[in-house]
């Protein structure tokens, strides 16, 4: 599992996935909003 | 005085020497438990904030940002890629810490700095231009606070990167021992994220 706090290494694996999440979260909300 | 002199094994009072290890009150390590409480109050102090936040947004349904007065998204999100190329840097000066590759290590521990640094300046002028104070109104209030406490761990990093870079140019880190770099390292990747959940909050939605 993720450790962010473990090592630099995991930390930087865990930010990049918190990007990937949001970006996918934003374009979702963001395509939402124009369609409605 | 004699029974003790006889309950010490031979050569183990060369083996240890200052003070006795401290006593664990918990199986966790305590480097480890001190970042994972230091990480979950981080939390918490920038989760009063979003509090407020979501609370003017959802409860209140308040316009975002205050009627007649306009984000600098564009400059934010040049900022915020800034901030994400220091977290490659800083990921790069432990992969050559880690290989002995001491130019890297020095390399991207600078560029990491000077990267941060960019960061809060462009954010300080960013106060300068952006056309409303704190006390106008809540939104302000919330815009300076999650970004300006945002602001302060980017300074604390850079604190803590300014020591690094100075000790990595003394030639204090090794392949195998290079905690000082880790440790800022990790806090560095979590401003980072603090900043990505800040900036799609306060800026993009």
Not at chain 2, 25 to 44: D, H, K, N, W, Y
Not at chain 2, 109 to 133: D, K, M, P, R, W
Not at chain 2, 161 to 187: D, K, M, N, Q, W
């Amino acid at each position: 599992m993720l450790n962010p706090l473990r090592s630099e290494a995991e930390a930087f694996r865990f930010l990049v996935w918190v990007v990937v999440v949001v970006g996918v979260l934003i374009a979702a909300v963001l395509i939402v909003r124009s369609v409605s | 005085m004699e029974s003790a002199s006889v309950a010490v094994p031979h050569g183990a009072e060369h083996e240890h020497h200052g003070p006795p290890p401290a006593n664990r009150s918990s199986r966790v390590e305590a480097q480890f438990l001190g970042m994972l409480l230091f990480i979950i109050s981080e939390v918490m102090l920038f989760g009063a904030f979003f509090t407020a936040y979501f609370f003017i947004r959802v409860v209140n349904n308040a316009h975002w940002p205050a009627a007649g007065t306009k984000l600098p998204v564009a400059v934010a999100g040049v900022n915020t890629a800034i901030l994400l190329s220091s977290s490659l840097t800083m990921h790069w000066a432990l992969l050559s810490a880690k290989n002995e590759n001491r130019f890297g290590m020095r390399a991207g521990l600078a560029s990491t700095f000077l990267l941060g640094l960019t960061f809060l300046t462009v954010q300080i002028n960013e106060y300068v231009h952006v056309g409303f104070a704190p006390h106008d109104n809540a939104q302000g209030t919330i815009f300076y606070g999650l970004t300006g406490l945002h602001g302060a761990h980017v300074f604390v990093g850079l604190t803590l990167l300014s020591f690094a870079t100075i000790r990595a140019f003394r030639g204090h880190f090794t392949a195998t021992e290079h905690r000082g770099v880790e440790v800022p390292g990790i806090y560095w990747h979590f401003v980072d994220v603090m900043w990505i959940i800040v900036y799609s909050t306060i800026y993009v939605l």
